[in-house]
């Protein structure tokens, strides 16, 4: 498993219950990226999301292994800004071919993660999946 998933799966560990893991995502959230205005576009909106969501996807160039995808994200609820965060750290800077062979489903059950959410903030989350995902497939496709 990647590094930055270990990190996350030992914090969500060491936290003693659920109230001090929501603090901690959403103090994730508030370190997100800053994104822009003009970016919070409905072509960037997130469809399935009781708050509004937004998200992009840039190429950066990475080496030999070719362009990775970098996130940008961001919310008007705090706890989504977190899951935004969450959703990042697994899959920020990483190839397209990597993001889509993500097994998110197996990540998410080793931090508890949707038992702890909402069913309205759950399928939100497997919205922004899913965008993630298809950004990443037509890049693969291409």
Known sequence: MDAQIEKL????????????????????????EP????E???????????????????????GAEGPVLHFRGDSDAHIVRGLIAILFQIYSD????????TDIRAIFEEL???????????????SMVETIRRLAAERVAA
């Open 40 to 62: 919070k576009t409905d072509e960037h909106k997130v469809r399935g999301c009781m708050s509004q969501v937004w998200l992009t996807a840039e190429d950066r160039p990475n």
């Open 35 to 38: 994104m822009d205005d003009a």
């Open 112 to 126: 508890k993660l949707e038992q702890h959410i909402t069913a309205n903030r759950r399928n939100g989350l497997h």
């Open 9 to 32: 799966k030992s914090t969500f560990e060491m936290l003693p219950d659920w109230e001090e893991r929501y603090r901690f995502i959403i103090d994730l959230g508030r370190k997100l």
């Open 94 to 101: 990483r190839t397209p071919q990597e993001i889509v062979d």
